[in-house]
């Protein structure tokens, strides 16, 4: 079965520790410095509760992309927190149900608002209309955050059709891909002894193409391999993460992690691809 990868649509399973599926880069990770402008996000619906949390990328000081399934407003997402630390959730209390130092998942703590936290009250998405039109899902979105996040750099937007390029790179360990998200680094199956392994904070880690050209990519989406030989891969709540082309030190989105095959993280990883023009001129749209 497919998924999307956002965190589960519960209050309780994203505000409890490490028992319940939300999120994150699995396998070989690293702490990710290198993109201090990739946020994890957590939305509400128009009573303010929370519905979901997943990770996006500032274009400039107020523009976040992230996945179409995130920035889903009919299904739910009115508001949001965007928080820009790299440990924006590891002090996260349960008994308050809150990260004391950045306010995460519902206020921005201290002087951190306009400076490593900000809302957002503007909620696009490029008419993500889920499996309807499987492969090409539309999922990409888009917030407008309320207060500018001044950083020295951003995601870089790709050039159109940059990933034509590698179309027939199938089974080759180039290019390497880099993804970066927040999370859950261990999923395990629900009636499992073990347990679900939540760190909240911001991980990167190294993938190989498989896939430009099946079924389930078809020019839309990119097909990745994120298990073994020093590789790392996507788990839910990575939903609108970026995808950079190039190694750690990248800054070129060419894809926002969008949905994998099983709910336990194995296997391939499916990303939405940014570098088709009517994407790019719908984001364009709204800069």
């Known amino acids: 079965m497919k998924s999307f990868k956002r965190a589960v649509i519960l209050v309780i399973a994203a505000l409890l520790l490490v028992v319940l599926p939300v999120s994150a880069i699995t396998g070989n990770w690293v702490k990710d410095y290198d993109h201090p402008f990739v946020a994890m996000i957590t939305f509400f619906d128009a009573k303010g509760d929370f519905v979901w949390r997943c990770s996006g990328s500032l274009i400039d000081a107020t523009h976040l992309v992230t996945a179409g399934h995130c920035a889903d407003t009919a299904g739910g997402a009115a508001s949001a927190f965007a928080y820009f630390q790299q440990d924006a959730g590891v002090n996260y209390n349960p008994d308050t149900q809150k990260d004391p130092v950045t306010g995460y998942p519902d206020s921005c703590a201290g002087d951190t608002l306009g400076n490593t936290c900000a809302t957002s009250h503007q909620i696009f998405n490029y008419g993500f209309n889920d499996f309807a039109?499987?492969?090409?899902?539309?999922?990409?979105?888009?917030?407008?955050?309320?207060?500018?996040?001044?950083?020295?750099?951003?995601?870089?937007?790709?050039?159109?059709?940059?990933l034509d390029n590698?179309?027939?790179?199938?089974?080759?360990?180039?290019?390497?891909?880099?993804?970066?998200?927040?999370?859950?680094?261990?999923?395990?199956?629900e009636h499992s002894a073990l347990s679900n392994l939540s760190y909240r904070e911001r991980l990167m880690a190294n993938s190989t193409l498989i896939n430009l050209k099946s079924r389930n990519t078809d020019g839309f989406n990119l097909q990745t391999q994120g298990n073994g030989d020093g590789r790392g891969g996507t788990c839910s709540g990575d939903s609108g993460g970026p995808v950079f082309l190039g190694n750690s030190s990248s800054n070129l989105m060419v894809a926002v992690t969008s949905f994998g095959m099983n709910d336990i993280c194995r296997g391939t990883d499916y990303s939405y691809r940014l570098d088709r023009p009517e994407v790019l001129s719908w984001i364009e749209s709204l800069e």
Do not use: C, M, W
């Open 133 to 162: 039109g499987f492969p090409d899902t539309h999922d990409v979105g888009l917030l407008i955050l309320d207060q500018p996040i001044i950083l020295t750099e951003y995601a870089d937007l790709p050039k159109a059709g940059i």
């Open 166 to 189: 590698y179309a027939n790179a199938r089974g080759t360990k180039d290019p390497v891909f880099t993804v970066s998200g927040y999370g859950l680094s261990y999923s395990v199956q």
